[in-house]
């Protein structure tokens, strides 16, 4: 199957300072990624839906200043998380669009997700 | 908005044992995916579905498309330890949109 990455895997930073995580399909073009936050023992929550070349639409109550997220190529999403506060610790993870069969078989492959300690 | 019903929550089973989730949904779904989640990591695709009726392997694992498009069901044959970890049902309802996930089977093996 195809292939996301996510870089870092996992990082700790200071109440106050901003992240960034950066997406990747390394062997595809999406046209459409989206960023998830996961809770322990929680599904998946969608944060926003970013689309290359084009402003991203966030979910109901997720601050769009606060998580930025830029699709600038159509491997390469990134999600900014500004100003990061211990609330926003989590586990973000990405996932990419892909339409590898053709037009009514598009499936969604996730990168392994980032693990992020705000202290 | 679009839920989807995902059972059992949790299941406890002997290696060797076969397991059965299924999903339902109140709307109707053009895609269905199942994923695994170990922790630590993101969820694995393991099996598409995009027909109606459409019955799929992989390895072990079978799963089917509702014919009302409503439904689908994971099945794992003769399971073994690495097959720990928290099955996902996703639907799909357009191409470019945004899945809706169930909430998750959490399935134990024991040796």
């Known amino acids: 199957g195809a292939v996301v990455s996510q870089h870092p895997s996992w990082v700790i930073c200071k109440s106050g300072t901003s992240v960034k995580i950066e997406c990747r399909s390394l062997?595809?073009?999406?046209?459409?990624m989206f960023w998830y936050r996961q809770f322990p023992k929680q599904s998946l929550m969608l944060m926003a839906t970013?689309?290359?070349?084009?402003?991203?639409?966030?979910e109901q109550g997720v601050e769009k200043d606060k998580f930025l997220i830029n699709h600038a190529s159509l491997t390469l999403s990134t999600l900014t998380v500004t100003s990061a506060h211990p609330e926003d610790s989590s586990f973000y993870i990405c996932?990419?669009?892909?339409?590898?069969?053709?037009?009514?078989?598009?499936?969604?492959?996730f990168g392994p997700g980032t693990r992020l300690l705000v202290l | 908005g679009q839920q989807l019903n995902q059972s059992p929550q949790s299941m406890f089973i002997q290696e060797g044992e076969d397991v059965s989730m299924n999903c339902t949904s109140s709307?109707?779904?053009?895609?269905w995916l199942w994923y695994k989640q170990e922790p630590g990591e993101g969820p694995v695709l393991l099996i598409a579905?995009?027909?109606?009726?459409e019955l799929t392997s992989n390895g072990r694992l079978t799963a089917q498309f509702g014919i009302t498009r409503k439904d689908s069901f994971l099945n794992i044959s003769a399971s073994i330890p690495s097959d720990v970890g928290i099955y996902f049902c996703?639907?799909?309802?357009?191409?470019?949109?945004?899945?809706?996930f169930g909430e998750g089977t959490q399935l134990t093996v024991n040796p």
């Open positions: 996703a639907g799909l309802e357009t191409s470019g949109s945004r899945l809706t």
């Open positions: 970013s689309n290359e070349g084009s402003k991203a639409t966030y």
């Open positions: 062997d595809f073009q999406a046209t459409t």
């Open positions: 579905l995009y027909k109606a009726g």
């Open positions: 996932s990419a669009s892909s339409l590898g069969e053709g037009l009514g078989r598009e499936t969604q492959y």
């Open positions: 709307s109707i779904f053009n895609t």
